[in-house]
C-alpha cells in the first residue's frame, strides 16, 4: 500500500533531538554510565497534597466528561492565580483549559491563522513553536535575540519584522532555551509596537514561578489595560508544581479567541483529564511551599554549576535569571576540539565523554548547546567535569 502523507505533516521539522536522545538510549542499553541533560522537566515528583486531592477525586466518582473548556472550580482557581500574582482580572469565558500548555498553544494557533499569517518567533525558540505555526498554515518569520544582548530582542527588531501578514508575535520569558527573562520596560516598549500595529501578543510563562536572584516574573498583560486585551497568555502547572505528565495547561485572554478556543477542543479532545483537573485546583489552591523548595533547588543548583560551566575552555554563557536551563555557546570549544560544527560536537561529547545535551540547531541558534539542570547536583558536577575533560583533552590532541 502506498501512503500518502498530507502536506502539512510533509512540511513538519524532524526534531534534532531525536538523533541524540537514540544514541544515549541505545548507549545506556548496553550499559554506558551516560548522564542526561536533556531534560525539560523538573526532576522532583509532583507534590504530595496534589497527590492526595487527585486520588481523592477519584475516590468521590469525578471521572466523567467536563466542560471542554475546563471545570468551573479549576477557572476560579486559575483566576484567583492571576489576581494573586499579577494583579490581573479574568472571567470565566477568557479562560481555557487544555490538555497541557502545548496543545494550548496548538489550538491557538489552530483558530487564529490562516494560509499565509505570519507569525514573528524570536530565536533561540522553544522547538515547537515554528512547527505549530506552520500545521496551521502559517509562515514562521525569524527575529534573533542576540547573544550581547541576552538572547532578548528589541522593538526596532520587531517593527522592523511586521508586515502586512503578521498576525502574532511570541513572547517566552523566562526563555526556554536560554532562562532569560524580559524586564517591565522591556516588555512594555514591544507591546507599544505590537498595539500601534495592531498585532497580537502570545505570552508563553510557563516558567513564571522558576525565577532567581532579584529578578521578578512580569506578565506583558499587567502593564497596561491595552496590552492585557491584547494578549494571550500561555501557562501551566506543568514546570511550576513539576505535573508534567498530568497535561494541564491554560489560555487566559480575548473571549472571542477563548471561545474559539473551546469550540475546536470540543472536537479535538472533549475536554482536559478530569483527575488532572483536580488535581491541578489542589495545585493553586493548596501550599505553594513545595514550589519554593524547589525553585530554590534550582537556584542553589544554578549557582554552583554556572561557573564550573563557562571555566570550561572555548566555553561563554548569558548566566540564565530563570527556568532551569544553561544555553552555552560552544562554537570556539568545537573549534577547539577539531570539530566543523557544534552538531559534530554534540554527538561525539555523547560517544566519547558519554553526556547528552541538546545542540542548539533545533532552537535556531547553531552554536550553542542547551543544557538541563533539572537533575542531581551530583550528576551536574559530574556531566561538567566530563565535559571540561572532553574539551581540554581533545583540544590538546587537535592543536599538537
Known amino acids: 500500500m502506498v501512503v500518502e502523507l498530507a502536506n502539512r505533516v510533509k512540511a513538519l521539522t524532524p526534531s534534532t533531538t531525536l538523533a541524540i536522545t ?23 515528583n509532583t507534590p504530595q497534597h496534589i497527590l492526595d486531592a487527585a486520588l481523592q477525586s477519584m475516590n468521590e466518582g469525578h471521572t466523567k466528561y467536563t466542560p471542554s473548556a475546563g471545570l468551573p472550580a479549576l477557572k476560579k482557581a486559575i483566576i484567583k492565580k492571576f489576581e494573586t500574582d499579577q494583579e490581573l482580572t479574568y472571567k470565566l469565558n477568557e479562560i481555557i483549559v487544555g490538555n497541557g500548555a502545548k496543545h494550548v498553544l496548538y489550538t491557538l494557533f489552530q483558530v487564529l491563522l490562516n494560509d499565509g499569517d505570519e507569525v514573528i518567533i524570536p ?14 498554515g502559517g509562515i514562521p518569520v525569524y527575529i534573533e535575540g542576540l547573544e550581547q544582548n541576552q538572547f532578548k530582542v528589541t522593538p526596532d527588531q520587531l517593527k522592523r519584522a511586521i508586515t502586512k501578514n503578521t498576525k502574532a508575535v511570541i513572547i517566552n520569558s523566562p526563555s526556554n532555551p536560554t532562562g532569560v527573562l524580559y524586564t517591565a520596560d522591556e516588555l512594555f516598549a514591544i507591546g507599544k509596537v505590537c498595539l500601534e500595529e495592531n498585532i497580537l501578543i502570545v505570552s508563553d510563562e510557563i516558567y513564571e514561578k522558576l525565577v532567581y536572584g532579584e529578578n521578578k516574573h512580569i506578565s506583558i498583560a499587567q502593564l497596561s489595560p491595552e496590552l492585557k486585551e491584547q494578549t494571550i497568555v500561555i501557562n501551566g502547572v506543568s514546570k511550576s508544581h513539576s505535573m508534567t505528565g498530568w497535561r494541564i495547561g491554560y489560555a487566559a485572554g480575548n473571549k472571542v479567541i477563548i471561545e474559539a478556543m473551546t469550540n475546536l477542543a470540543s472536537h479535538s479532545t472533549s475536554n482536559p483529564t478530569t483527575t488532572a483537573q483536580y488535581a491541578a485546583i489542589a495545585a493553586y489552591n493548596g501550599s505553594q511551599q513545595p514550589v519554593e523548595d ?3 533547588a534550582f537556584e542553589e543548583r544554578l549557582s554552583i554549576i554556572f561557573d564550573k560551566l ?7 554563557c548569558v548566566k540564565p535569571q ?15 576540539t ?27 541558534t547553531p552554536d550553542n548547546i542547551r ?8 550528576l551536574l558536577e559530574k556531566a561538567v567535569e566530563r565535559i571540561h575533560q572532553f574539551v581540554t583533552s581533545k583540544s590538546s590532541i587537535v592543536n599538537n
Open 22 to 44: 537514540a544514541k544515549a538510549k541505545e548507549l545506556k542499553e548496553q550499559g554506558e554510565d551516560v548522564i542526561g541533560l536533556g531534560a525539560g522537566e523538573p526532576d522532583f
Open 123 to 136: 530565536t533561540p525558540y522553544w522547538v515547537s513553536y515554528p512547527e505549530q505555526v506552520k500545521l496551521a
Open 294 to 296: 524547589m525553585r530554590q
Open 310 to 316: 563557562v571555566a570550561i575552555p572555548g566555553i561563554t
Open 322 to 336: 530563570g527556568a532551569f536551563y544553561l544555553y552555552p555557546n560552544v562554537k570556539k570549544a568545537a573549534e577547539l
Open 338 to 364: 577539531g570539530y566543523h560544527n557544534v552538531d559534530a560536537f554534540v554527538e561525539a561529547l555523547l560517544v566519547d565523554a558519554k553526556v547528552a545535551v541538546i545542540p542548539g540547531s533545533g532552537f535556531g
Open 371 to 378: 543544557l538541563s539542570y533539572a537533575t542531581s547536583l551530583e
